[in-house]
């Protein structure tokens, strides 16, 4: 469970904390730019290092300084719990004058206090002392092997690279893969491999996932995969209402975007019912929903996330904010592009009323 | 929701007693598919009027539908009650259940230090074990009639099998 996200210099996150110890699931609101999509790309970055992204060019360039400020660093830092205990890696970047890319700063981690690997600059120290030189624009977290009988890198790794964050794009699900995967793609194009790699390795998920689906499209009966070409496998839905005989199947690619939103659903649920809890941050999930399907959407994820994983997302939609408390919910605030973003709990705003009321009133985010 | 199978509505007064009934609803025992939390209606006089204007012919249309409304008695329980016993149509009474704070859920909130999503979430657990060391606070302890009627008629739908 992520406890603790700290940002700043990257684009409009100054010194910015996102506080989500004891939280299973937050909703992140605000207006449009105020920097809700940009929490969510400060971890994707985590995720891209432990998915074992090596070069800092390819994930930071100069204009993510905040206002091109390339003369400050640039830093991340997260807390994790993880099977009982407390981890903690940061990385700053800095930018060299008259050079073309960013380099590494500093790079750490730490477990219950205690150093796995500190970085400055291209040093880099084991927790035994042991010390060897890196080149600068190269992370150390993916470089790193440990002893067998240590796991702190591998935990690490292994939570913040399966995280799902995505901003589903339907259009782009159309149910073909040709190769098992882990690493959803922040579109969710890759849901197909994803479902195979998590069916493959846990047959058991098949039943989580297909009751949920189920209790959303309740004439849905199964889904499959069937070869299509050389390499490649076609997902495929059968409905049925009663009658075995008088069934209907689809590929996937037929289904509505909505429906499409419901299987990722399915999946994330499925994903915490047989114990591969995965934290979740969704750009808007409310998306493609009708209005009388938004509430038990958002009321399923929740509760997926409470048996171990975590689920943050994000919304305009007032059904989505009314079915998260005052104590889940962050404010994004930003008054001009010039400012930084600035993050409180709804709890502390004394809104009068409607919640939604006072949203359209402008009286919380503006 | 399917309107065929036995299901409630929660008609909640105000964002209080909102995530006081979405914190029920996020208990894991319980079949969200059958149970829906609508918008706060802004004040108990709006609660029974949108139970009259919307509910009751939902209620006739549908012999599984239950309304459950979520007000705040204000200190005036009796006469409160009154008001909604006089609206409910005698042939829908036992569908029908007003539950709320003696005064407001703040005053609930304040005195149990948890948020109204953590309450809602207790009350859900106590209902299922069939217990009432919370329902039993003085500010709910009024709701006993209507509770045993609630729980009788909601537990099989709500904690039962999807």
């Known amino acids: ?366 | 929701m399917n309107w065929y199978a036995p299901h409630v509505y929660v008609i909640p007064e105000d964002d209080a007693d909102r995530q006081l009934a979405d914190g029920f609803v996020l208990h894991h025992a319980v079949n969200e598919t059958r149970i829906q939390v609508v918008p706060p209606a802004g004040g108990w006089p709006h609660v029974l009027k949108t139970f009259r204007d919307e509910y009751v012919r939902k209620l006739r249309d549908y012999p599984l539908a239950h309304v459950v409304m979520l007000i705040d008695f204000d200190g005036q329980y009796e006469s409160r009650r009154a008001a909604f016993e006089v609206e409910t149509p005698h042939d829908l009474g036992a569908r029908v259940f007003v539950v709320g704070a003696r005064q407001a859920p703040e005053a609930l909130r304040n005195a149990l230090r948890k948020s109204f999503e953590e309450i809602g979430t207790s009350l859900a657990g106590e209902c299922r074990a069939g217990e009432a060391a919370l329902w039993g606070h003085e500010q709910l302890e009024q709701n006993a009639p209507d509770l045993q009627r609630l729980i009788e008629a909601v537990k099989p739908i709500l904690f039962g099998p999807a």
């Open chain 1, 1 to 366: 469970m992520i406890e603790r996200l700290y940002v700043h210099n990257f684009r409009c996150l100054e010194n910015f904390t996102l506080d989500l110890a004891g939280r299973p699931s937050a909703l992140v609101i605000g207006r449009n730019g105020s920097g809700k999509s940009t929490v969510r790309e400060c971890l994707a970055l985590f995720q891209s290092i432990c998915r074992g992204s090596s070069r800092v060019g390819t994930l930071v360039s100069a204009g993510d300084f905040t206002r091109h400020r390339t003369d400050q660093p640039m830093r991340f830092e997260v807390e994790l719990a993880l099977a009982g205990k407390r981890f903690t890696y940061a990385v700053s970047f800095e930018w060299a004058a008259n050079s073309r890319e960013a380099r590494i700063a500093d790079e750490s981690l730490s477990v219950d206090g205690g150093a796995v690997f500190s970085r400055h600059h291209s040093q880099v120290r084991l927790s035994g002392g042991v010390t060897f030189g890196l080149d600068w624009h190269v992370f150390a977290m993916p470089v790193i092997n440990e002893p067998p009988a240590e796991r702190s890198i591998q935990e690490v790794k292994a939570f913040l690279g399966s995280m799902i964050l995505i901003a589903p794009v339907p259009a782009n699900m159309t149910g073909y893969s040709e190769e098992p995967s882990f690493e959803l793609a922040g579109d969710a194009g890759n849901f197909a491999s994803c479902l195979r790699a998590l069916l493959g390795q846990k047959p058991a998920a098949y039943g989580a996932f297909a009751a949920y689906v189920k209790s959303v499209i309740p004439d849905f009966s199964s889904i499959e995969n069937v070869e299509r070409g050389e390499r490649g496998t076609q997902l495929i839905v059968t409905f049925e209402q009663g009658d075995p005989r008088r069934s209907l199947a689809v590929e996937f690619k037929a289904l509505s975007d909505g429906e499409k939103s419901f299987f990722l659903s399915a999946y994330v649920t499925a994903l915490n019912a047989v114990g591969s809890p995965a934290f979740c941050m969704w750009d808007e999930p409310d998306n493609h929903l009708s209005l009388s399907e938004v509430g038990q959407f958002i009321t399923g994820l929740r509760k997926a996330a409470s048996r171990g994983g975590q689920f943050v997302a994000t919304t305009h939609h007032p059904e989505t904010t009314r079915k998260f408390s005052d104590e889940t919910t962050f404010v994004l605030t930003r008054k001009s592009h010039l400012d930084p973003t600035v993050v409180r709990p709804l709890a502390d705003f004394a809104y009068g009323g409607d919640l939604i009321n006072a949203l359209i009133r402008d009286e919380i985010i503006g």
